[in-house]
């Protein structure tokens, strides 16, 4: 135990935590996914682990910054491992998976807003009865998810400097800037 005035923390990161890493990337080269079902029922599960271990360490870097960095760090992680994920699916399902992004963005914003949201609002309901929240965070947080989810998934439809559904490279350029900027 490692003490800092009146903070303390283990120096130690649990074993778990270090091994699912190892053990995903031994995976990875035996190419354990290809040996079946078995192999495939392997590889996700160790994939759930070394996922887990990635937030767990993004959190106790989180923890050790402080805020607001620690939530600018933990959202980071969980994006990244996110497009790793859908760039990974991509990469393995050919041309079959072009839309792959956009209809995991449209699930994401669906789990957001009526899942999450929903439960939030029927558990609160339910514990407090009526309750308080702050209508600038609402309004912020909605408004920049209504504002990607019409750049990323409506304006393609209607952009005709590319065949299809699709955007030209500087607009997929100005769309990039501008979800980071949001």
Same mark, same amino acid.
């Given at each position: ?58 959190? /106790?870097?989180?923890? %050790?910054?402080? =805020?607001?960095?620690? *939530? &600018?760090?933990? @959202?980071? !992680? ?44 029927? /558990?609160?309901?339910? %514990?407090?009865? =009526?309750?308080?929240? *702050? &209508?600038?965070? @609402?309004? !912020? ?42």
């Amino acid at each position: 135990m490692r003490t800092h005035g009146s903070m303390s923390w283990r120096t130690a990161l649990p074993i778990w935590s270090i091994a699912f890493p190892f053990v995903g990337l031994i995976l990875v080269l035996v190419n354990v996914a290809k040996m079946g079902f078995l192999g495939t029922t392997i590889a996700g599960a160790v994939l759930i682990g070394a996922v887990i271990a990635a937030v767990h360490h993004a959190e /106790v870097v989180a923890h %050790r910054v402080g =805020e607001p960095f620690g *939530t &600018l760090v933990l @959202a980071i !992680a969980v994006t990244v491992i996110e497009v790793a994920l859908i760039v990974s699916l991509m990469l393995s399902g050919g041309p079959d998976a072009s839309t792959l992004p956009r209809d995991t963005v449209f699930a994401a914003i669906m789990i957001i807003l009526n899942g999450i949201v929903g439960l939030c609002l029927l /558990v609160g309901g339910v %514990r407090h009865l =009526e309750q308080r929240f *702050t &209508l600038r965070g @609402a309004s !912020a947080a909605l408004s920049v998810l209504a504002a990607m989810a019409i750049l990323s998934m409506v304006l393609p439809n209607y952009a005709t400097s590319a065949a299809g559904p699709n955007y030209s490279p500087p607009q997929l350029i100005f769309l990039a800037v501008m979800s980071l900027v949001l």
